[in-house]
């Protein structure tokens, strides 16, 4: 049986932030079985201003969803301090924070989260 996801990547989208930037994931609507793993990436927009950081915070419903991994897109470098890098399903949440060296002006990939 699939199911549509659009409700709740929906909810993802608008959880997720940056600073002085707008995080957006792709693809915004999947339609999957249950049991079966799918793939989501988070894209940067740093709008008007040059960013040097990133940091992500995605909430979804742990009763529906669980992240199986995160990997971070070319350049970015992971920043694991205390309170920048979480995956908690057991809440349904996750945080991931990195740099990009010399700053971003563009729309960059930031990274891939599975499901």
Known sequence: MKKNLLLVLA???LAGTAYAASVAL??????????????????VDP?????????????YPADVLEVTSFSFAQKWMALSQE???LMDNAAGK???????????????????ITF
């Open 83 to 85: 309170g920048y890098d």
């Open 47 to 59: 709008a008007a201003a040059k960013i040097y950081t990133a940091k992500v915070e995605l909430s």
């Open 11 to 13: 909810g993802l989208i």
């Open 94 to 112: 996750m945080i991931k924070t990195a740099g990009y060296p010399g700053g971003l002006l563009t729309k960059q990939r930031f990274g891939t």
């Open 26 to 43: 792709s693809p915004i609507s999947v339609s999957v079985e249950k049991g079966k793993t799918f793939s989501v990436t988070a894209v």
